[in-house]
């Protein structure tokens, strides 16, 4: 912390002196300078944005859905239709609980940042050390550090031995690193081992922890399934007013009574509106998130699932989900005369030997030992006799050891490559080897591990060479091959070093295009000659980063574009995993990032996130068809109303008689409406709430449908979703509007005389009947004794008519192909054959429930007539209009997407030959001598491991160091890159031009 920040002004210290940057070692703070700075400061806590429990669960029943429904309610409330307005309350309520208790724990990262925080810590105060609250810290404060402790705040070591500190969490760097006296350590990071004083720098908000939790809290995504129902919602709604205020006008110029032609225009807007959009998506995805806990995949918010379906893009983390988080020995290099376990078994001999705070190279290599029982029995038969640890000027560690069968003493030692070799006086033939081998590891993100022991003579011998890594989970890279397959572009983000994400990658087949945070400068960006973005949407991945940077890479991949996920499980992870559309809180992950994250994962490894999007595109696919037949339904009744009141309005006067038009005095929304002829056709109020509830209510059972998942990331692909929905729904419309056609002819005609099939007392004339109609609609539709239709079996036909195309929509809608194709899934089979049976029913017995309805019941035969007619229809709209429809839209639009797919992946495939041919080039060049410049003055990580920092990596700088010309093996492997990058070339101005086409 800053001078200048301790001693600002303030209330406890209004002259901005009091404020000593830090507290006296031997005495700390006293207990009212620790209050003043408090006091300014505040807690060592982070600042928590708070949110009202009864104001968040309001908020489900606001917002453009809820709206219309509250509409319609009041509409309902004012005309007394009390059935329709309890419906549409339990849908609001049915809408607001699963979406309230579904989601009720997103949000909470903050809470679980503030939670993770240590509660206790040692400090010392007024010349003593205490245990206290850890939110009692202030900048300044002393405090003890020792092994197994968390740190409780930013802070500066003090003066002793180093400490060995995991800050994985934090940073993402898989090895515990050593912070020396004067190093900064900070809040979250575990004690692994030592113990060391430190002075408190920085506090809650303004530790690293706390700028972390900050980007959370900063951001507010808008889920995209809430954007896409919004517009489809709008777009239907306006349609929706159009045509209803077309249909009043028409009526009312047409004589019809004011107060009947409000009612019907009322109840015909509430039916277009998607009232149970927003439930049956809600629902759909609540149970498929059910199936996904049973998977292991806790979903924290509803529209994630949603949005996994279109994932096209993932940013994994790789400490501790692509790796194991574990070191492990690869094949030794051994030099001197011993087998490769003997070599393994002298570096076991120079770790410390402890129950607990072992390091971890001590403890993989002590481990590696040990899982021999012949190797661990030998083991324990030597006694340490003194043991001098690692140390950054020493860089190794040397164990006197003595064999307490044979009493042979002798030292052995394991560190730094070059300073090992040093101790040893080898061979050059030695000497080359070796430093050709921990190139060749360095180059890879290999840690490289001299091993040395003293002979009888009391001289060091060097026995070879451990290489370490942290190895990549087993279902890593068939993984990541899944889901390159399934269109899902995979990039590492870590905040290890960039030669071992290099070598991570290229074992999973990544690609080896990685960046390090360098490349947010902008002077690289400029040296580079691209925009930012573009050299993000390019890397394979990005080494070397913290919060700031993982958060700024998925906040740039998702303004390319991209539906971005994002794995992590430490704090570092926290702020990108809440940016992210899908933030992905992997096995075992912390509190912070479990909070940050949409998904929680219970079981390890990304095996279980390909699964999930393999059931999310199932649940998005359940999801779309029915936005498929919603809108579709949505057309079929507007557009047929608005066409039998504009087309069929002659029809319908000069085929039935006044005295079969006229409709009951009813009460309206508006009043009274008194007896009359209809001059247009409609149908009752009732029929169309019948319509709107029995399909709308039983088609929640398509959450439950049987469907096939995609094999491409799924986006809301509104041209293709209307496209289709439209074509179902004119299907509909010109089936509907026919059947309507059909019925009108079959009247008896509008005169008496004038038509077949009449009788006298129809039109209040005397006179015989005339002979009854004969026919194929005649027999199928007309009565027994007159061959005719009337107009209150006409209302009874048509509404059979809508309601059985209108569910039969869904067969279609469920499946790009065929309708029996697949099986439909037992729920919804159940629910269509339940509406089919109640919507025959009420059509065979309408007029028993009540003669106000203006409807007739249906006999046997025109019921059959209809059912015929419908099915015909339905063939037509099925195997020959819908698949037209998608048959011409994948062959403008998806070609162009799979092409692009591809070109990424090669691009990936070229990436990790380019970097397998270079691998093989610099073993090549190495051993033919150019080798022992290339070591001599790199700098080893703590612990001897050896030196992660990738040198220069082109074949041509041992070109140089050899003064030769490029070899032909050089020329040969430059002809194969030159080729790779032409196809990459073609592929992508095959892309190019079918945008073009596209657009």
Partial sequence: LSESLLNRPSAANPEGTGFNSMAPIATGLSEQEAAE???????????????????????????????????????????????DLGVLLLLQLINGLVGFVEEKNAGNAIAALKASLTPRCTVKREGRWKNMDAGLLVPGDVINLKLGDIMPADCKLLEGAPLSVDQAALTGESLPVTLYPGDFGKMGATVKRGELEAHVT???????????????????????????L??????????????????????????????????????????????????????TMAVGARKLADMGVIVARLGAIEEMAGMNMLCSDKTGTLTQNK????????????????????????AKRMEEGQDAI???????????????????????????PFDPTSKKTVATVKSLSTGKVFKTCKGMCNIVLDMCNPTQATRTRVVGAVQELADRGYRALGVAKTNDAGDWVFLGVLSLFDPPREDTKETIHKAVSMGIQVKMVTGDQTAIAKETCRSLGMGTEILDSGVFHSGEVEDRGASLHDIVKDAHGFAEVYPEHKFKIVKMLMDSGYTCGMTGDGVNDAPA???????????????????????????????????????ARKIFARVRNYCIYRISATLQLVFFFFFAVVGFKTAVQNNFPDSMREVAAAKTLFGESPEEAETVFTLPVMALVAITLLNDGLIISICKDKVVAAQKPQEWELKEIFAVACALGFCLIAENCSLLLIGLYAGPGATAGTHCGQEASWYGV????????????????????????????LKTLIYLSLSVSGFMTVLAARTRGAFFSRRMGYLLMSATIVAFIVTTTLALNVGNISNDLDMDNLRGKQVAFVWGFVICGFLIQDLIVKRAIYAAYDLYYNSAEEIKNGVDYMHAIVSNQIEEERLTMRRTSVTAGGGAAAVSGGVFADGGAGPVVSRPGSYERYSNLRGEKRSSSELLMEKKLLKLEEELALLREEVARKKDKKK
């Fill in 327 to 350: 070191l492990k020995l690869y094949e030794p290099i051994v030099v001197a005369d011993v087998t490769a376990r003997e070599l393994i078994f002298y570096a076991a001999l120079a």
């Fill in 577 to 615: 995993l809440k940016r992210a559309q899908i933030g992905i809180a992997v096995e075992g992950a912390t509190d912070a990032a479990r909070a940050a994250a949409d998904i929680v994962l219970t079981d390890p490894g990304l095996k279980t996130i390909i699964d999930a999007i393999y059931r």
């Fill in 766 to 793: 005397p006179g015989e009947d005339t002979v009854p109609c004969t026919g194929f609609i005649a027999d199928w539709l007309g009565d027994d004794k007159n061959g005719t239709i009337t107009y209150r079996e």
């Fill in 230 to 283: 919004f517009k489809i919602s709008m777009c239907l709604l306006s349609l929706a007013v159009v045509i209803v205020t077309t249909i009043m006008i028409i009526l009312l110029s047409e004589g019809v009574n004011l107060l009947r032609t409000l009612a019907i225009c009322v109840v015909l807007m509430v039916s277009s509106i998607p009232i149970a959009m927003q439930v049956v998506s809600t629902s």
């Fill in 202 to 228: 920085a506090t809650g908000k303004n530790t690293f922890f706390g700028k972390a939790a900050a980007m959370v809290n900063s951001v507010e995504n808008v889920s995209r399934f809430q954007k896409i």
């Fill in 37 to 83: 700075r408090l006091a300014f400061f505040g807690r060592n806590a982070l600042e928590e944005k708070k949110t009202n429990i009864l104001l968040k669960f309001l908020g489900y029943f606001w917002g453009p859905m809820p709206i219309m429904i509250w509409i319609a309610s009041i509409i309902e409330l004012i005309n007394e239709s009390w059935p």
């Fill in 362 to 388: 001590d403890f993989c290599v002590t481990k590696d030992c040990q899982s021999e029982p012949e190797m661990a029995k030998r083991l324990e038969d030597f006694e340490e006799l003194e043991f001098i």
